[in-house]
């Protein structure tokens, strides 16, 4: 069964720019979920789309938007890039059912630099 | 709002000292509890995790944790650290609700750095 993937693996950006992330989850997987990782703060959540609807969402900016497609493949993205945006985005999935744990499984994370 | 706390930033052993990595949580109901371990370049990945029962609960590679509930606390513990256990460890912690589970709310991290 293949794990969660996302891509791209590595960017580098300018300030000001935007950029889009993109992950698909584990097959039967319906809800995926969005971290930014930084140092010293850990994971701060993001938010997560389940059957295509946004269903929590984090204390992030407005310039940091998702969606999820009819295939649970979902996509994060930035507009108008700060310097502090630089961070390990992670994607994770999970199955959203009747006695579901909330485990989540993690993807390998897009490394995100802007200069 | 819930919020997971993690003491020790950094921690570092040498081979074969014992490990335990402290967490508290501040949600008050049911909870899940879980540890996630990242090792370098790798994606992070379930140790253990607790649902009921058995309040100690053993993972993969000799890790076990206990849930103490009336010390909102879930402590990652090792008998004997190995060089290979170098990575970053996160407590996580979600609120049982409906059947269902809350999202998952993360620790800051703490780095373990085993010296050969």
Same mark, same amino acid.
């Given at each position: 069964?293949?794990?969660?993937?996302?891509?791209?693996?590595?960017?580098?950006?300018? @300030?000001?720019?935007?950029?889009?992330?993109?992950?698909?989850?584990?097959?039967?997987?319906?809800?995926?979920?969005?971290?930014?990782?930084?140092?010293?703060?850990?994971?701060?959540?993001?938010?997560?789309?389940?059957?295509?609807?946004?269903?929590?969402?984090?204390?992030?900016?407005?310039?940091?938007?998702? @969606?999820?497609?009819?295939?649970? @493949?979902?996509?994060?993205?930035?507009?108008?890039?700060?310097?502090?945006?630089?961070?390990?985005?992670?994607?994770?999935? @999970?199955?959203?059912?009747?006695?579901?744990?909330?485990?989540?499984?993690?993807?390998?994370?897009?490394?995100?630099?802007?200069? | 709002? %819930?919020?997971?706390?993690?003491?020790?930033?950094?921690?570092?052993?040498?081979?074969?000292?014992?490990?335990?990595?402290?967490?508290?949580?501040?949600?008050?109901?049911?909870?899940?509890?879980?540890?996630?371990?990242?090792?370098?370049?790798?994606?992070?990945?379930?140790?253990?995790?607790?649902?009921?029962?058995?309040?100690?609960?053993?993972?993969?590679?000799?890790?076990?944790?206990?849930?103490?509930?009336?010390?909102?606390?879930?402590?990652?513990?090792?008998?004997?650290?190995?060089?290979?256990?170098?990575?970053?460890?996160?407590?996580?912690?979600?609120?049982?609700?409906?059947?269902?589970?809350? %999202?998952?709310?993360?620790?800051?991290?703490?780095?373990?750095?085993?010296?050969?």
């Amino acid at each position: 069964k293949a794990g969660v993937t996302q891509t791209p693996r590595y960017l580098i950006k300018t @300030r000001g720019q935007q950029v889009t992330l993109s992950c698909s989850p584990i097959s039967g997987h319906r809800s995926v979920s969005w971290y930014q990782q930084t140092p010293g703060q850990g994971l701060q959540f993001l938010f997560e789309y389940f059957s295509e609807t946004q269903r929590n969402k984090g204390n992030f900016p407005g310039r940091f938007s998702g @969606r999820q497609f009819s295939n649970s @493949r979902s996509e994060m993205n930035v507009s108008t890039l700060e310097l502090g945006d630089s961070a390990l985005y992670l994607c994770a999935s @999970r199955m959203l059912q009747v006695l579901d744990t909330g485990e989540l499984f993690f993807g390998e994370g897009s490394r995100l630099t802007v200069l | 709002a %819930q919020s997971v706390s993690q003491h020790n930033h950094h921690v570092i052993l040498s081979e074969a000292a014992s490990l335990e990595l402290g967490c508290n949580y501040s949600y008050g109901g049911t909870v899940n509890l879980f540890w996630y371990v990242q090792y370098p370049g790798q994606h992070l990945q379930l140790l253990l995790k607790y649902f009921s029962g058995d309040p100690l609960v053993k993972g993969i590679k000799g890790f076990e944790a206990e849930f103490i509930k009336s010390k909102f606390s879930f402590n990652l513990r090792k008998p004997s650290v190995q060089w290979s256990d170098t990575a970053e460890y996160f407590c996580a912690v979600n609120e049982r609700w409906a059947g269902s589970a809350r %999202q998952l709310t993360f620790g800051s991290g703490t780095q373990l750095t085993v010296l050969p």
